[in-house]
């Protein structure tokens, strides 16, 4: 009871900039941990080949398919658990985890027996060519076996943050990350399994992860209980779940079409070679995106806490804060990033075609990332505080609404030039549509409940 009275005064009390530091700096580190894992991926098996490093980038969409779901049930638990906290009602919190958990392993279950079914329909789907499919395949196989501890680690990892225990999440996912960097080098090389121990070493490093994770609930270091018998309660808790974190699953569901409509596009106008760019260019981009994503997921649950408990002038304080501190941080980032975009890419690929390609597409994208975090902290705002149409509505723009039919209309006009720009133009745009929405909320929200 005193720790949930403690993490109640924390969540309520502290100031905005401390707060949201505190939780976003760790949440930050899993992000870039997360992201270095799978570089590592693109690093090493760029080794073998133009067509192995284009599987990396196929298999991304499967791996972005299984994060949207445990990104649904994880970001859906997380923002109700945050509010019944803010209420002060740890028991529901406690309900509804054990729901998202439980769902996780069902549809990850679900999602490795079928993927591995259909595994070649499913790689021509995601993008591969002929030449691409067998190394796609290798990859995917593992991937799809630890998909139901993938998809629960996300669930646990978000319904930490949401607890405003982010540190905890983030160990799990750091030490995992660390696992899978250093099997790779072991697996594909040392043991000789080629881009299949790529796949192998990015499974251990998942499942030990999600055992690490999941030990932090069983030894009482949580105020949510994960308790089989919590699912018998409200089963209908599962349709609250989904329809708030239903953002979650478009967003990073478009992302997915996304990949398998790029690959697709990259592979007709370029070949291996520009699959192969634009994976590595998605990756180093997605790298430094995931700075500005890591501080909105420390935004997130410092948004649902005090919506919950009626502090609605906390939750303006961190959402200006957060988008200050995201725009200056990418910023800098993306000045970085346009001076050494070849070296970036050459620090994977030494072919000067694919580095050619990837690095205009880098330098576009590196040019729209001032407008990412208006983007990124109003999609987050709606979705903490349950307002779920929006939050979707927003979810869908830089993946699906805008990126989708930009790209197809820029790469028939354009060819090749249109596939590296389609992402850049969909995030200036998506900014501006972002902004109007987010700020003209925050200026009715009401005064605070005292």
């Not at 700096?25 to 067509?51: C, H, K, Q, R």
């Not at 919190?93 to 439980?102: D, N, P």
């Not at 249109?418 to 900014?431: C, E, K, T």
Request: hydrophobic share 50%.
């Amino acid at each position: 009871m005193a720790n949930e009275v403690n993490q109640h005064k924390k969540m309520t009390t502290w100031p905005i900039p401390k707060l949201v530091i505190t939780l976003g700096v760790p949440t930050t580190i899993s992000m870039l941990v997360t992201n270095i894992y799978n570089m590592a991926d693109v690093y090493f098996v760029s080794e073998l080949g133009n067509s192995a490093s284009g599987a990396v980038g196929v298999v991304f969409g499967l791996m972005a398919i299984i994060q949207a779901f445990g990104f649904m049930f994880g970001h859906g638990a997380g923002s109700v658990i945050a509010r019944k906290l803010g209420q002060k009602d740890a028991h529901s919190a406690s309900v509804f985890a054990s729901i998202s958990v439980a769902a996780c392993f069902l549809v990850g279950t679900l999602i490795g027996v079928l993927g591995l079914i259909f595994i070649e329909p499913l790689m021509r789907l995601l993008g591969s060519t002929e030449t691409i499919l067998p190394y796609a395949k290798n990859y995917g196989i593992y991937i799809l076996i630890a998909s139901p501890v993938t998809m629960a680690s996300f669930a646990l990892n978000n319904i930490l943050r949401y607890e405003g225990k982010a540190f905890f999440a983030m160990i799990g996912l750091t030490i995992g990350g660390i696992l899978n960097m250093l099997g790779d080098p072991l697996f594909i090389f040392v043991f000789d399994m080629g881009i299949a121990g790529a796949g192998l070493s990015t499974a251990i490093s998942q499942t030990v992860g999600f055992v690490i994770l999941l030990s932090v609930f069983l030894r009482g270091k949580t105020l949510c209980k994960l308790k089989v018998t919590y699912l018998k309660e409200s089963p209908k808790g599962i349709f609250d779940i989904m329809g708030t974190g239903f953002p979650s699953l478009c967003r990073q569901g478009l992302s997915s079409i996304s990949t398998m409509t790029l690959n697709n596009l990259a592979g007709g106008v370029g070949g291996d070679v520009a699959v192969a760019a634009m994976s590595i260019a998605n990756r180093v981009t997605f790298f430094i995106f995931a700075v500005g994503l890591g501080i909105g997921q420390g935004f997130q649950p410092v948004a649902s806490f005090n919506y919950g408990a009626k502090k609605y002038s906390r939750v303006k304080k961190a959402f200006y804060f957060t988008f200050s501190a995201s725009e200056v941080l990418l910023g800098a980032m993306a000045v970085f990033g346009l001076f050494f975009s070849n070296h970036l890419i050459g620090l994977f690929r030494h072919d000067p075609d694919v580095i050619a390609i990837g690095t205009l597409s880098l330098k576009f994208q590196f040019l729209a990332l001032l407008f990412q975090p208006m983007s990124i902290c109003a999609n987050m705002l709606f979705q903490s505080i349950g307002e779920n149409k929006t939050a979707t509505f927003l979810s869908m723009l830089r993946s699906g609404i805008l990126f989708i039919p930009i790209l197809l209309i820029m790469t028939e006009i354009f060819g090749l030039l249109g596939v590296q720009s389609a992402q850049g133009i969909a995030d200036v745009l998506a900014f501006f549509i972002s902004a109007p929405i987010a700020i003209r909320f925050l200026k009715r929200l009401p005064q605070d409940d005292t």
